[in-house]
């Protein structure tokens, strides 16, 4: 409210009542907006999808007990992926704590690992509170969870009678005043960061020596992606740099430099002959194996930098870590940068520059010939032609798992035609379809593309379909259970089934379920009848379902098939890339 939090969403409880009260009664005051939920799990992942459209914190309110444990998994995604919850849990008081009291537990840690800040009110019940301490509850909770976003925990015993009379709540809402709420304290602590920093000495690397940068999922606040994508311009054009970006990067199309399908191209053994090289990484590291194996090998010097997220980032070792933001470094490095530059080291990165976009250009059309001459769905085709099929300016959701990776390797430029979200914090299925549901909220129209286990993982996320203003499509690739496990390469299992203990597959058909939830839904059996599906879809105002089933086993095959013959048809062209 008065710091700017627009929305809560309401789990049911008794214990929680007094909150659900006072929740309710803002809403009807226009001072709030007001979601409901009988799952506190879908509800956490719904209010994660908020936080990271809007980049604004979202409160949930839970009863206690178990409900409490419910909020962990998307406490833990909010914690790697750094988007801003206020978990406000009801608890009993101190009385009836660990004696045997009906729905009472040591919720107050269940949460501690994972959260920027834990904070309660007097054990002995909330009514206990003064005001001061009111207030410097709020004013911490508010400030650690936007200082470096993330989850925030405010334990709340309340002592019975847990429900007022009219007459009472009359009293207090009549009365409510917003005493010691300021913005203004948070953005000077802000400040005073920024004059610590001022102080520090930036790490440097040299702009005209051949260098290469690559972008990982964007994990600063949602304000600050555009002086990063500006940040980010103006390094390129002094360095030339060639630029490998992660489909959750919130890089733009339009960024010079910048790789389609380098992950690709790795696949070629260019990579293998560069060395001596600066590595600029920006974030974490996209989800390649690829790159992974390349940087690990000698003869790189790399710098690592966060957009103010101090721990450490850096799963392959040997980078120097800097934590205070790209747009930061770039324009005090600036300053500092000598007027004279060295033209002929500059060529030799435009050198590369230019090899890796002719490289791009050949794989653009060679993939096209190959994904799309038989009509057949596969899942490399499916991340291919989608972002040709939606208006550009659709924001999409990828779920984790083979959706991603398949977008990484297989989109090409429609990757960076629009703002793409997903579950890369801790990279799990749980909560899918409640944060796709979360971010169009915020966004509006937009698509999630996801698995059939991780769909029906959050089935529950579907009851938000009537009371929230969603409109989201769903684009179901259902390949019979975790497809993603044959590309594991596992030798045959001595005892045990592999399909019984990887894959999973549930004998539950999504399009019933979609029926009993009340959404709309199609089938597609070809990829020619997929942009007719989409266009229905765009046509309604609603959460909808489309369905399309592969292949796990044969998609396996064409990824490998794919990358052997690139690799083969790349090196039998080399003279035409130089």
Known sequence: MAKGMQYIVLCPGSRSGPLAIAAASLSKRKELTLITSIDE?????????????????????????????????????????????LFLTADRPLRLKECGANQSVNQQDFLKSVCRHFDESPK?????????????????????????????????PYEEPLHPCELDQEKVLDGWVFEGFSRDKIISSKDEVVKNVSSLKL????????????????????????????????WQKLTRWPILADPLSGVENDQEGLID???????????????????????????????????KKPGKVQLLITEGDCRNLDPIGGSTQFSKGFSYWVNNLFESIPQKQSIDKKIISEKLTKKLINYDLFIHDWLDKRLFRNGLITEPALARLIPRLLP??????????????????????????????????????????????????????MVLIT??????HDTNGWLFSKDCNTSLIVILIDNGGGGIFNQLNIDKIHEGDFEEIFLMPQRVCPLTLAKAYGVKYKQVSCLDDLEQA?????????????????????????????????????????????
């Not at 040299?206 to 103006?234: E, T, Y």
């Open 451 to 456: 698995g059939d286990l991780a769909l029906l």
């Open 203 to 234: 790490p440097k690397i040299d702009p005209f020596s051949l260098g290469i940068i690559i972008v990982g999922p964007w994990r600063g606040k949602a304000k600050q992606l555009i002086s990063f994508r500006i940040a980010l311009k103006k």
């Open 261 to 295: 399908h380098w992950d690709l191209i790795f696949a070629t053994g260019l990579f293998e002959t560069i060395n001596d090289i600066q590595v600029l990484r920006l974030g974490p590291l996209p989800p390649s194996r690829e790159l992974q194996a390349w940087l």
């Open 124 to 156: 002995d019940g909330i009514h206990l509170i003064s005001k001061q301490r009111l207030n410097s509850l709020v004013e911490q909770s508010f400030e650690k969870a936007s200082e470096m976003p993330g989850p925030v925990h405010i334990n709340l």
């Open 41 to 85: 799990r879908s509800a956490a992942f719904l209010a994660l999808g908020i936080s990271a459209a809007s980049g604004q914190v979202t409160a949930v309110i839970t009863t206690s007990g178990s409900a409490v444990a419910n909020l962990l998994p998307a406490a833990v995604e909010a914690d790697r992926s750094c988007h801003s919850l």
């Open 534 to 578: 989409i266009e229905w879809s765009f046509s309604l105002s609603t959460n909808v379902l489309i369905r399309v089933c592969t292949n796990s086993v044969e998609d396996h095959k064409l990824r490998v098939s794919l990358r052997d013959d690139l690799k083969r048809t790349l090196s039998d062209n080399l003279s035409n890339f130089d």
């Open 392 to 445: 550009n300016s659709i924001p999409v959701m990828l779920a984790s798992s083979s959706p991603i990776r398949d977008w990484l390797s297989y989109s090409g430029k429609g990757a960076f035609l629009r703002r793409c979200f997903g579950l890369r914090g801790s990279s799990g299925i749980d909560g899918t379809l409640s944060m796709g549901l979360g971010l169009s909220i915020i966004m509006g129209r």
